[in-house]
């Protein structure tokens, strides 16, 4: 018994697959692909997404410590709280809330302030760890090893520098003829302070990333901007910043967000104080969520506005960088 193949007419568009049977032959013939994969989305679902959603789900509610569900000894009380819709959002956006908006001008003031001296100093020290340089792996490893630290250890040791009886600081300042200074008690003395220590955390990453950067622009082009008479500025300018864009657009962008989001400097440097003077929004949302009657609701409606944020700075950031690569490029 044979059979004949029906080939379709000449010029006749084939028959299209069905998105089922597309679907099922992907699946069997990328398994081993979608089995790598798998893992992966679980995690992403359950520490991400499902956190993400509920928290979105919260914030469109009044809950807080007193109606939401809680076990006492043996009684269980249930939950009590209630869907509420924007109202949060109103809240917080129109300042009936009260703490939005000077927390978020401070969260600017502090991310602008660690971003440009992470992305100044980490450059002058790329640049300078990038010459022929006696020593320069010592060099490299004691510039590293801040980033090394783990942030509370950093926080609480720089808690004892800052100490204004006997801190090294104000030690320091005493020697030199100056007048003790209030570093963690006097708002802006705080706020100094804070900056102080992200930045000092912070500068070896920048550094290590735009190193890296560095090494990959071509000897090439320096060689011929100063056969062209070019000045140690002008080759900066016209060969160093342009050849670390690709680089420098990616580290600017996580630095901003998690400067953005930098909960373990303030929380344990500071607490927040004093009086609230350095709580930027994650440290304010979480001390709704944790300090006095908890108010999830708020904590959830202060998380959701900072993801916002985020995510729209991170889309025209993006952009923004795309259009410039595209003008280098014509």
Request: aromatic share 12%; with cysteine; proline share 5%.
């Amino acid at each position: 018994m044979t059979t004949t193949a029906v080939r379709s007419p000449a010029g006749a568009a084939p028959t299209p697959v069905p998105p089922r049977g597309r679907l099922r032959d992907s699946a069997s013939r990328h398994w081993y692909a979608w089995a790598m994969v798998a893992p992966v989305v679980v995690v992403l679902a359950v520490l991400v997404f499902y956190p993400l959603v509920q928290g979105v789900y919260l914030s469109l509610t009044n809950a807080n410590e007193m109606n939401s569900a809680r076990t006492i000894g043996v009684n269980e009380i249930e939950a009590t709280y209630e869907f509420v819709g924007l109202r949060n959002y109103i809240d917080v956006l129109s300042g009936v809330e009260g703490a939005f908006y000077s927390r978020f001008v401070w969260t600017l003031v502090w991310t602008v302030a660690c971003v440009v001296l992470h992305y100044s100093l980490g450059l002058g020290l790329a640049m300078l760890l990038n010459r022929a340089l006696r020593g320069r792996s010592v060099y490299r490893m004691l510039l590293i090893l801040p980033w090394a630290v783990p942030p509370f250890v950093a926080a609480f040791a720089w808690r004892l520098m800052f100490n204004t009886e006997g801190g090294v600081l104000n030690s320091v300042l005493n020697a030199l003829g100056f007048a003790s200074v209030d570093w963690l008690g006097d708002p802006t003395a705080a706020k100094v302070a804070v900056i102080l220590v992200n930045v000092w955390l912070g500068v070896p990453f920048m550094m290590v990333a735009l190193l890296g950067g560095l090494q990959t622009v071509p000897k090439d082009l320096y060689e011929a901007a100063e056969v062209d008479g070019a000045t140690p500025w002008q080759r900066f300018r016209a060969v160093t910043l342009p050849g670390l864009r690709p680089v420098s657009g990616t580290v600017i962008l996580l630095g901003t967000i998690w400067t953005f989001n930098q909960f373990a400097v303030i929380a344990m440097l500071t607490g927040g104080g004093p009086g609230g003077a350095t709580n930027i929004l994650v440290t304010e949302a979480y001390d709704r969520a944790f300090q006095g009657i908890r108010d999830y609701a708020g904590a959830a409606t202060y998380g959701a506005l900072i993801a916002s944020m985020l995510v729209v700075f991170a889309f025209f950031y993006r952009r923004w960088l795309d259009r410039q690569s595209s003008e280098v490029l014509s």
